[in-house]
Nanobody, 125 residues
Framework: VQLQASGGGQVQAGGSLRLSCAAS????????VGWFRRAPGKEREFVAR????????SYADSVEGRFTISRDNAGNTVYLQMNSLKPEDTAVYYC???????????????????WGQGTHVTVSS
């Protein structure tokens, strides 16, 4: 599966952005999709994930209540709606997918074989 992330940009604190992860090349509903981010000088970290088919979701504590992940299997796209953005949300955001993700490891980047190219999000104070 090939992934294309888009929707990043620059916003002021308190603003919103919606990221998209468009997939091609395979039956998208079979894949669990995760969003990760890497801030300057920091390690890549888990943001959110949505399971294949049934679409169960999970979020990092730092974004819980502000971000919402959703999927449109017919449109082969996963979205990350980001509200109440903070300067500490500034990062490059990546979407990732895999058909074999298990619940206990769904926040680990190593669980995902396919990655998009990243989209930049900058939140100014």
């Amino acid at each position: 599966v090939q992934l294309q992330a888009s929707g990043g940009g620059q916003v002021q604190a308190g603003g919103s952005l919606r990221l998209s992860c468009a997939a091609s090349g395979s039956t998208f509903s079979r894949y669990t999709v995760g969003w990760f981010r890497r801030a300057p000088g920091k390690e890549r970290e888990f943001v959110a994930r949505i399971f294949r088919r049934g679409g169960g979701t999970s979020y990092a504590d730092s974004v819980e209540g502000r971000f919402t992940i959703s999927r449109d299997n017919a449109g082969n796209t996963v979205y990350l709606q980001m509200n109440s953005l903070k300067p500490e949300d500034t990062a490059v955001y990546y979407c990732a997918a895999d058909s074999g993700v298990i619940l206990s490891a769904s926040a680990s980047p190593q669980s995902y074989a396919y990655w998009g190219q990243g989209t930049h999000v900058t939140v100014s104070s």
